[in-house]
């Protein structure tokens, strides 16, 4: 009886634990249903919206502006310097040492007046040389035009002697010949006299064409010294020219507003020594950076206030090169120009990259930096609540956006960075 008992002691036992067991694999699978509803639950509500991660934020640290449609042009602020209408630089045309200087930077000088004197004793030395290579090519042509002349008369002396003997022996020819016909001549006196009538008639032509050869050659000879002589004496003009520009003269009146030049002081060729600038009126020269060069063109409007007043300038040239990822325009006032501005003097101008137009505008802030203009935070009606909404902006300027699309006039939003909750989707403003 004692072996029963124990036996269904441990037979009640196994049952238990079998129960135990069919229990707790009930119990993991409830929970594993019930977590799978969990997960497919959370993320019906992240797709539908339901889930939203909120952030409570301070009004304090915000700033709120209002979305409105307005007039909007896209523009590029740009500081300019005033410079002289006109300006013509001084240069070296010939070096040498700095003799005198004759006006102080800052004179007013009329055109033609002495600016500075440079001294130059090789040119001095060259002009010398070419004076006495001219002297001698002259003398040349005039030995040349001389030995032509004394030939010619030689060969019209000698011409006249040919013709005078030829003559002469014509007359004894025809002479001979009469008396031949009488048989008072022997045979051989007639051939005698033919002979020599041939020899001379021969020395005739053979002279005259000896003549014209002559005076060809001596012709040629004096046209290629009367060119020499043409070119020498351009050169000298030249080098003349070049003496008389060691003496720097004003080009244009106006006023010197640079001369870099002090006596003892030597000048390479072609070295600045100073500008004079035109007083006839004044451009802004402005640095636009090179990452808007294809949107500049000639012609485009710039505008500038002062006192409340407004001037129009337009772009006059815009330089084709690009020094330290800028590059220069100039631009000249249209109309009035300002009468109290002086050279050297900065203005902040606004050059006009579009056309005026109405468009939905939102102003600039630090959220731009970290969206990149791709959403915002856009408030509820009672002003507690910004919800994330993705928008499109256009153009733009130094204060409004352009926005394309995602806002309407009215509503606000945050402009303020989104440095701390731009992972935020939905804001608690308290």
Not at 8 to 31: N, Q
């Amino acid at each position: 009886m004692a072996r029963d008992l124990y036996r269904g002691f441990y037979v009640s036992k196994a049952m238990d634990r079998k129960i135990e067991r069919r229990r707790w694999t009930w119990r993991r699978l409830i929970f594993i249903l019930v977590a799978g509803v969990g997960v497919v639950w959370v993320a019906l509500a992240v797709r539908n919206g339901a889930y939203t991660r909120r952030l409570r934020v301070d009004a304090d640290r915000l700033q709120i502006a209002t979305v409105k449609e307005g007039p909007f042009q896209e523009y590029l602020p740009v500081t300019g310097e005033v410079v002289p209408l006109k300006t013509v630089y001084l240069d070296a045309v010939q070096g040498g040492r700095v003799e005198e200087v004759y006006v102080a930077e800052g004179a007013l000088v009329k055109a033609g007046d002495r600016l500075l004197k440079l001294g130059n004793s090789n040119l001095l030395m060259d002009i010398m040389d070419r004076d006495a290579e001219l002297y001698q090519q002259s003398n040349n042509l005039r030995n040349t035009q001389l030995a032509l002349e004394q030939n010619r008369v030689l060969m019209a002396q000698r011409r006249l002697e040919i013709d005078y003997t030829l003559r002469d022996k014509r007359r004894r020819l025809q002479s001979l010949k009469s008396l031949q016909a009488d048989g008072l001549v022997p045979a051989n006196d007639l051939a005698l006299a033919q002979d020599d009538y041939d020899y001379y008639s021969r020395l005739q032509k053979l002279t005259a064409e000896a003549e014209r050869q002559e005076a060809r050659y001596r012709e040629g000879q004096v046209r290629q010294l009367e060119t020499s002589l043409r070119q020498m004496e351009s050169n000298l003009a030249v080098a003349r020219s070049n003496l008389d520009g060691l003496s720097i003269r004003a080009p244009v009146s106006g006023q010197v507003t640079s001369l870099d030049a002090e006596v003892g002081e030597s000048k390479r060729p072609g070295q600045r020594l100073g500008q004079v600038d035109v007083l006839d009126g004044f451009k802004v020269r402005a640095r636009v950076d090179e990452h808007y060069l294809p949107r500049l063109r000639l012609r485009q409007l710039a505008t500038w206030e002062e006192d409340g007043q407004g001037f129009t300038l337009v772009v006059d040239r815009i330089s084709p090169e690009v020094s330290a990822g800028r590059c220069d325009v100039d631009l000249r006032f249209q109309g009035e120009q300002p009468s109290g501005i002086r050279r050297g003097q900065t203005l902040r101008l606004r050059l006009q990259l579009s056309d005026l137009a109405r468009a939905v505008l939102l102003p600039k802030g630090g959220f731009l930096q970290d969206t990149g203009g791709r959403w915002v935070f856009v408030l509820d009606r009672s002003g507690s609540r910004a919800t994330r909404r993705p928008i499109r902006i256009g153009l733009g300027n130094p204060r409004e956006l352009e926005v394309l699309e995602g806002l309407t006039p009215g509503e606000r939003v945050v402009v303020s960075p989104y440095t701390d909750f731009e992972d935020a989707q939905e804001l608690v403003i308290q």
